[in-house]
């Protein structure tokens, strides 16, 4: 069977659906964004892609602060009610029945809810048209203990997180092979 060609568009699939939170402790909003994701691994650095229209907006540039807190399957309802609620009508944290905890590093507070809050401080802003992307430092990830397992190893599979893909929210499932396991070697048995 022949691919179908379709007009050029976003269609890179499954993205990270996040909640950003942005402002400070008093005065701060929550943002649905899924266009987000990693620039560079020394120095950290992320980027959320936001547009202007958007109340958020002037609050990231504001304060060259924002906070990406990823969500997983409990947090769904309010990942898709934040992303089609302005934050100008509606208290986000109110509304969804969420918790501001207070950030190491930003003003901007994290989800408590989250399972996983990245502190970034924006190093620079690109106007790409339809959105801008603030690139961001990373400055802290705060992660939930209840995710760490016994050796003190954050085990990510116990987040239950989710992404999205072509208008609908999905669990991430099972594991199927890790970083470099097609090349290991295989250990043979010594008794063997």
Do not use: Q
Request: proline share 4%; aromatic share 12%; with cysteine.
């Amino acid at each position: 069977m022949a691919k179908r060609i379709w007009k050029p568009g976003t269609f890179i699939y499954p993205i990270p659906a996040v909640l950003v939170s942005c402002g400070n402790m008093e005065k701060s909003n929550i943002l649905t964004v899924a266009w987000t994701g990693i620039i560079n691994t020394n120095p950290a650095r992320v980027y959320i892609s936001v547009r202007p229209e958007r109340y958020s907006y002037n609050l990231i540039k504001e304060s060259g602060e924002f906070v990406i807190n990823l969500t997983n399957e409990k947090l769904t309802y309010a990942t898709d009610w934040c992303g089609v609620r302005s934050g100008a009508k509606f208290d986000k944290f109110k509304e969804m029945h969420l918790t501001k905890e207070k950030a190491e590093f930003v003003s901007a507070p994290l989800i408590k809810e989250s399972p996983v809050s990245v502190e970034c401080r924006v190093v620079e802003e690109k106007n790409y048209g339809s959105h801008t992307m603030f690139i961001g430092e990373v400055l802290s990830i705060d992660a939930d203990e209840k995710y760490f397992d016994e050796k003190g190893a954050f085990d990510i599979s116990k987040c239950n997180l989710i992404a999205y893909a072509n208008g609908g929210y999905y669990t991430l499932g099972k594991k199927v092979g890790k970083f470099g396991y097609s090349v290991e070697k295989k250990r043979k048995n010594k008794k063997g």
